[in-house]
């Protein structure tokens, strides 16, 4: 696709649900991170994807957390048992190998609220 | 945990003014890139630095990099009201390692 797409855009989940946050990433580009942002905070790293390379997930908060890649393109973050604290927007963004000059391109987000 | 450090945290300026926000970091990198995001939600690159280089320019944005002083900064010249954003400046380690984000600098240019 032309960008980084993220599904949903908003989720209101009630404490203790599970969620499914997916991101589609820039056809061919081999890299796929997931962020998250909390109110008027910086980016925190999450898990970080490379091709068909073991994934980097020294960034998941918890077990509670974990996501998959498949087939190299698209991606699912899971947050089991959700908690308040996990209220945050989630970014995804995708990048081609060495990033060149061009960067992370990052999709819109998913807000998640947990009531 | 965050690398970067953006100051100020926060600036308001009239439009047509120059805009310098700054930011520092505390490991060895291979390059520093800034990013801007409106309305709290996707993030949009803006310019990328590598650790040999020492300035950069794209359009009316001007970035240096001071390795030895592990600081950067980010230069907007003659500023216009779309350019209110948050701002946030990212390093990477490696060409290969996820980048660290700092907290930002919230920017509003009041025409």
């Known amino acids: 696709g032309a960008g980084v797409s993220q599904s949903p855009s908003n989720k209101v989940t009630e404490k203790g649900k599970d969620v499914e946050l997916r991101c589609d990433p820039i056809s061919g580009h081999t890299a796929l991170y997931w962020y998250r942002q909390s109110l008027g905070q910086g980016l925190e790293f999450l898990i970080y994807f490379q091709g068909n390379s073991a994934p980097d997930k020294s960034g998941l908060p918890s077990d509670r957390f974990s996501a998959e890649r498949t087939g190299g393109s698209v991606s699912t973050l899971t947050i089991q048992r959700t908690q308040q604290e996990d209220s945050a927007v989630y970014l995804c963004?995708?990048?081609?190998?060495?990033?060149?000059?061009?960067?992370?391109?990052f999709g819109s987000g998913t807000r998640l609220t947990v009531v | 945990s965050q690398q970067g450090e953006e100051d100020p945290q926060a600036l308001s300026i009239q439009e047509g003014e120059n805009a310098t926000m700054n930011c520092s970091y505390k490991?060895?990198?291979?390059?520093l890139q800034w990013y801007r995001q409106n309305s709290g939600r996707g993030l949009v690159h803006l310019i990328l630095?590598?650790?040999?280089?020492r300035e950069k320019h794209s359009g009316r944005l001007r970035v240096t990099l001071d390795t030895s002083k592990k600081s950067s900064s980010l230069l907007i010249t003659a500023s216009r009201a779309a350019d209110t954003a948050s701002y946030f400046c990212?390093?990477?380690?490696?060409?290969?390692?996820?980048?660290?984000f700092g907290k930002g600098t919230r920017l509003s240019v009041i025409a």
């Open positions: 490991t060895s990198i291979n390059n």
């Open positions: 630095i590598r650790s040999n280089e």
């Open positions: 990212a390093t990477a380690a490696s060409g290969n390692t996820p980048l660290v």
């Open positions: 963004a995708s990048s081609s190998p060495g990033q060149g000059d061009y960067g992370y391109t």
